[in-house]
């Protein structure tokens, strides 16, 4: 869904919302992830955001709401702002008590700050680590930093530019989305808690 132009077929000029649908769905994966056909798995690509990165609580909402009615169990989002938001706090904490577990990028500036979505309490924060295993130096950290998850992959599609290899915690968090969605088709009545001790246990 294009929540902007909701009457139009979905595109992404910018190139980031394509790469995050290739590490989330399976079809890309992180540096020092074996390549699994088994851990592909369907997507709802939806398009909040405008080609100068704004958006607003209503097309947010929007995508919610969508994402919710066609029955998706995860939701990952590769943005951030240290700016808090009551309204947006509580239509993520809404959206997980019907039962969509939301996963959020914790930002490529490492300074201890917490940064929306991730550090709402509704919202599982991912930070990044390199290809050696090790926290990411540029990874932002904090209480709200729930787990850190491979933040490197080589990508067919650029970000404001060409292919090649890109970095962040946008990676991270699209990456355990995959996970999360793999657990949830092998046991989908486990919980959110059940689900997060699985993952942090991995690492």
């Not at 995050?20 to 939806?46: H, K, N, W, Y």
């Not at 996963?103 to 930070?127: C, D, L």
Request: hydrophobic residues 40%.
């Amino acid at each position: 869904m294009d929540a902007l132009f909701p009457d139009e077929s979905i595109s992404d000029a910018l190139g980031h919302g394509t790469q995050m649908a290739l590490i989330a769905s399976g079809v890309v994966r992180p540096f020092g992830v074996r390549a699994d056909p088994e851990m592909q798995t369907p997507i709802i690509p939806i398009r909040a955001f405008d080609e100068r990165g704004f958006t607003s609580n209503f097309l947010i909402m929007e995508g919610i709401d969508f994402a919710l009615r066609n029955g998706a169990r995860v939701m990952s989002l590769s943005w951030g702002s240290e700016t808090k938001s009551a309204f947006l706090e509580e239509a993520f904490a809404q959206a997980g008590t019907k039962g969509l577990i939301i996963v959020a990028s914790a930002g490529n500036e490492p300074t201890g700050r917490p940064v929306y979505p991730a550090a709402y309490g509704s919202v599982i924060g991912v930070g990044a680590t390199g290809p050696d295993g090790k926290p990411w130096e540029k990874s932002n950290y904090g209480d709200f930093v729930s787990l850190h998850a491979p933040g490197f992959a080589a990508l067919p599609v650029g970000y404001k530019g060409d292919p090649g290899t890109y970095a962040g915690t946008s990676i991270s968090a699209a990456f355990v989305a995959n996970l999360l969605a793999n657990i949830l088709s092998h046991h989908p009545k486990a919980s959110r808690e059940e689900i997060l001790k699985a993952l942090t246990s991995r690492q």
